[in-house]
């Protein structure tokens, strides 16, 4: 079946500009998560969701980053007043459940270059 | 909040040579340590995991082992390919849903 998309795969915006980042889940996962990779970096988990609720956004740099998730499908994460370093990889994963020891499957990402 | 670390960086073998890459993690509530493996461009996938009721589990050329005690666990892979040429993260979670703390990543290059 389908496996986890992502768009765009490649974003470049001018700073100060707002981006939307969209994710679509393997359908049937209920659990969905978002992360960043900065070059060189390791995954930085930013939030999650179940369903369409947000336990967790402990992950999100700042104010300036939302995301939601709609009808318990797909979620898009926004960013606003775009800064240098917001550039990175931005990945999606989705689980069946939220139990850790479910497998996550990652999207493509979506590169973000902000000028 | 979890911490994980990973070592070496960069790891650089010859082809059929083993290779090992090392993960310490600070929670010691977490009991689950996946291992992905991150192509050039792609995204990364799941090889292997181990919950920490388990000390070892292995799939074919790869194994990873845990020592609860010590907060530490292993990647191995035996008979290297150049295909298993990647970047390796290793992960911790599980204290309370799926969410993992993931090191910084091992570049593994493999020689023919």
């Known amino acids: 079946g389908a496996g986890v998309s992502q768009s765009p795969s490649n974003k470049v915006t001018e700073k100060g500009k707002d981006v939307e980042l969209r994710c679509d889940p393997i359908?049937?996962?209920?659990?969905l998560y978002w992360y960043r990779q900065s070059l060189g970096q390791g995954l930085e988990f930013l939030i999650y969701?179940?369903?369409?609720?947000?336990?967790?956004k402990s992950g999100l740099p700042s104010d300036r980053f939302s995301a939601e998730r709609t009808g318990g499908s797909v979620s898009t994460l926004t960013i606003q007043r775009t800064q240098q370093e917001d550039s990175a990889v931005y990945l999606c994963?989705?689980?069946?459940?939220?139990?850790?020891?479910?497998?996550?499957?990652f999207g493509p990402g979506t590169r973000l270059t902000v000028t | 909040g979890e911490n994980v670390e990973q070592h070496p960086s960069t790891l650089s073998v010859q082809e059929g040579d083993s290779a090992v890459i090392k993960c310490t993690y600070s929670?010691?509530?977490?009991?689950?340590f996946p291992w992905y493996k991150q192509e050039l461009g792609k995204r990364p996938q799941l090889i292997i995991d181990?919950?920490?009721?388990?000390g070892e589990k292995k799939d074919q050329r790869i194994a990873v082992t845990l020592n609860k005690t010590a907060k530490h666990f292993s990647l191995h892979i035996t008979e290297t390919q150049p295909e298993d040429s990647a970047v390796y993260f290793c992960?911790?979670?599980?204290?309370?849903?799926?969410?993992?703390?993931f090191g910084q990543g091992t570049i593994l290059t493999v020689h023919p």
């Open positions: 359908s049937g996962h209920t659990a």
């Open positions: 181990i919950r920490s009721n388990v």
């Open positions: 994963a989705s689980s069946l459940d939220s139990r850790a020891d479910y497998e996550q499957y």
């Open positions: 929670d010691s509530a977490s009991n689950y």
């Open positions: 969701f179940q369903g369409n609720s947000a336990p967790d």
């Open positions: 992960a911790g979670g599980g204290t309370s849903y799926g969410k993992l703390t």
